[in-house]
């Protein structure tokens, strides 16, 4: 997904899309760690509570598609 850089302040700002955002459980207002590796610059959000993870929520919705028919019944 591309996106531009922005001047702001006496520094750059990066605009995130609000669906990436919302995935990732960020918000304005929680710090991002910016770690340079090899393969370009890697953003690790501050403060985003430790159980979160790619793979929790692939597992989480394999889950929920799993299982929709039931989780529906019991939403009635």
């Known amino acids: 997904m591309a996106s531009r850089l922005f001047k702001s302040g006496s520094g750059l700002a990066l605009i995130i899309p609000k669906k990436m ?11 991002m760690e910016v770690v340079p ?12 509570a430790p159980w979160f993870s790619i793979e ?19 939403n009635d």
Not at 23 to 28: D, E, G
Not at 59 to 70: M, P
């Open 56 to 74: 929790w929520e692939r597992a989480l919705n394999e889950v929920v598609q799993r299982h929709r028919g039931a989780l529906e019944q019991l």
């Open 21 to 31: 955002a919302e995935r990732y459980h960020l918000a304005p207002g929680v710090r």
């Open 37 to 48: 590796t090899d393969q370009g610059l890697f953003l690790q959000p501050i403060g985003v």
